[in-house]
């Protein structure tokens, strides 16, 4: 039983360029967050999402950032005209249920952005 | 707002036991608790529900006070391998994010032989 995937583990773009993240849930998780890390930081949660609805964003910055997760297929952070401050590596987590404590989250290995 | 982690570091000897503090200043419904080892994923360790439950996991376990809107968790007789970055993630009660996790700051434990 695979865990979140995430690709790619490593990603760097030039200042201005587009960068896509993709997140696959565990099997029979339809339920996934994205979180920014930044160097040694907290987690800090950006958007929730279940399969083509997204459910709270409160943690997404206003610009430049989207995020989906379609009926098929992974789920997508997408980060547009990426600047030196969107450095960080990026965690996908899934889970079953939304919470109420009856079901972890799992994390994937996340992917490491750096903006050159 | 985060929740704040105590102590912020801890270096212990095989064997020695530690306690890392969480503390919410909202009213929370579940505790979440992972370790991070550098440049890996957080590793889910154990959920605390509302209720004061303590569960425990091998040596290592965990309670939460919902009045005080706090949790611990216990480590003992330590091993190397719980080296690593600790973790809390707070559920806050009410509102429809159910999830949600906000974590605190982490608190860095490395054991020496």
Redesign the interface.
């Known amino acids: 039983n695979a865990g979140v995937m995430q690709n790619p583990r490593h990603l760097v773009r030039r200042r201005g360029q587009e960068a896509r993240l993709r997140c696959s849930p565990m099997k029979g998780h339809s339920h996934v967050y994205w979180y920014r890390q930044l160097p040694e930081e907290g987690l800090k949660f950006m958007v929730y999402l279940q399969k083509e609805n997204i459910i709270d964003e409160s943690g997404m910055p206003k610009e430049r950032f989207s995020a989906e997760f379609p009926k098929e297929g992974p789920s997508i952070l997408r980060i547009q005209q990426v600047v030196r401050g969107d450095s960080a590596a990026y965690f996908c987590a899934s889970s079953v249920f939304p919470g109420q404590g009856y079901t972890e989250a799992f994390f994937g290995q996340g992917t490491r952005l750096t903006v050159v | 707002q ?1 929740p704040v982690q105590s102590p912020q570091a801890v270096i212990l000897r095989e064997g020695e036991d530690a306690v890392i503090n969480c503390s919410s200043s909202k009213a929370l ?2 505790v ?1 608790w ?1 370790r991070q080892k550098h440049g ?5 360790l154990m ?4 209720g004061g439950e303590q569960k425990g996991h091998d040596k290592i376990s965990a309670s939460f006070n919902e009045k005080k809107q706090q949790s611990s968790l216990y480590l003992t007789a330590s091993q190397l391998s719980y080296s690593g970055t600790y ?1 809390c ?1 707070t ?1 806050s009660a009410g509102g ?11 608190t860095i434990l490395t054991v020496h032989p």
């Open positions: 985060q419904y579940s979440h992972y890996e994923a957080p590793v889910f959920i605390l529900l509302k973790f993630g559920e429809t994010s159910y999830g949600k996790l906000t974590f605190g700051q982490g």
